[in-house]
């Protein structure tokens, strides 16, 4: 256990982040309580203690693994199953889920807002119209990795999973659905607050910190407002998405 602030013993956690579903608020309260050389996220985690990337071959290294992120109590990033698999059974392990559609609208929406020099997904989403970023989804492997079933995608395998499919539609989902099983605690955006309290208790946070969401975007459109061929496009890329959400909402929910 992590003691900080003498009277809180908290757990160490794993948290698997998937874009845009919901979990920046919570990263920030871990620092006040964990500390910032404690907590690592978003995309932090391919950085070696230099601030240089880790090559592939080291992440397939247990003993380096566990050298470079062992003694960091709270892990989270946009990473996989893969990576979290490795450290999931020592610790409190979380992730949350969105509405795929919402999710896909999110994040390109978001990625309109920010630098286009930083990401292809953000330079692509600044000059092309929603339809034709949507198409992307199907054949270009950056978008598709981020676009295409990203939930499933994720919790079978890991990042990239989409853009070099092996397995069939239905044992990827079965895959998604037996990992998603895993974890100790599974939140959704629509009900981010109460989930947020849960999990913040859970791993000992039991100071009221409040509920703020970090990186909401309310002025972009709605499904129902947008013509059919975009509803199309984000139904056919959202189909094992919705299966998997619609699964895990009534196993928690009913």
Same mark, same amino acid.
Do not use: D, H, Q, R
């Given at each position: 256990m992590v003691k900080r602030l003498g009277f809180l013993k908290l757990k160490p956690v794993v948290f698997l982040h998937l874009q845009k +579903?919901?979990? +920046?608020? @919570? @990263?920030? &309260?871990a620092r006040q309580f964990y500390g910032n050389d404690n907590v690592i996220s978003h995309g932090n985690y391919y950085l070696d203690d230099n601030g240089l990337l880790i090559t592939a071959d080291k992440f397939a290294q247990p003993e380096y693994m566990e050298s470079r992120f062992g003694n960091i109590s709270f892990i989270s990033g946009h990473f996989g199953y893969d990576f979290a698999k490795q450290f999931m059974v020592n610790r409190y392990s979380f992730t949350f889920l969105r509405d795929p559609i919402e999710r896909l609208l999110s994040f390109y929406y978001f990625c309109k807002t920010r630098n286009p020099e930083q990401? &292809? +997904?953000?330079e692509l989403a600044q000059y092309l119209p929603l339809d034709e970023f949507l198409k992307l989804g199907f054949t270009h492997p950056v978008i598709k990795a981020h676009i295409w079933n990203h939930q &499933?995608?994720?919790l079978a395998d890991g990042w990239g999973a989409s853009s070099n499919l092996t397995l069939k539609d239905d044992e990827l989902l079965e895959l998604a659905m037996r990992h998603l099983n895993e974890f100790s605690y599974v939140g959704f955006t629509e009900t981010f607050e109460k989930d947020q309290k849960n999990i913040l208790k859970d791993i000992g946070i039991t100071i009221p910190v409040g509920n703020h969401k970090c990186n909401t975007n309310p002025e972009r459109p709605l499904f129902e407002g947008l013509p059919q061929s975009s509803k199309n496009l984000l139904l056919e890329l959202t189909k094992l998405d919705r299966v998997l959400y619609e699964k895990a909402w009534s196993k928690y929910f009913t």
């Open positions: +579903t919901a979990g +920046t608020s @919570i @990263i920030n &309260v990401f &292809v +997904t953000y &499933v995608s994720l």
